[in-house]
């Protein structure tokens, strides 16, 4: 079982910049997608932010953050990244690393019931 621990969230002001880390252990990281969910408020269903497949030549972002956030992964520290700039009220939520294996050759999916892993979750808050 992958475990994911999430980092890097805090309060921050519009137009700023932040970068989150997520941790990954217990599993094989090679072969998994990874991707970036956030929720707010929570309850409400967790929305596809970003998702980065294991060769990186598969990457997909919600068109809410296209241009601005940057999805990474470093697969020789197990490491997957969300950079995220230029940050809007709107990004203020709480952030979700997950991971999942798919079928060879399948595209990163941008639903959540298709990742069997996840952090506990980094909140993020960008004032006005």
């Known amino acids: 079982q992958v475990q994911l621990v999430e980092s890097g969230g805090e309060l921050v002001q519009a137009g700023g910049s932040l970068r989150l880390s997520c941790s990954v252990s217990g599993g094989i990281f090679i072969r998994t997608t990874f991707a970036w969910f956030r929720q707010a408020p929570p309850g409400t269903e967790r929305e596809f932010v970003a998702?980065?497949?294991?060769?990186?030549?598969?990457?997909r972002y919600a068109d809410s953050v296209t241009g601005r956030f940057t999805i990474s992964r470093d697969n020789a520290q197990n490491m997957v990244y969300l950079q995220m700039n230029n940050l809007k009220p709107e990004d203020t939520a709480v952030y979700y690393c997950?991971?999942?294996?798919?079928?060879?050759?399948?595209?990163?999916?941008?639903?959540?019931?298709?990742?069997?892993?996840w952090g506990q979750g980094t909140q993020v808050t960008v004032s006005s």
């Open positions: 997950a991971g999942y294996r798919p079928a060879w050759g399948r595209p990163v999916a941008t639903v959540s019931t298709e990742y069997n892993s």
């Open positions: 998702g980065i497949n294991w060769n990186r030549n598969g990457v």
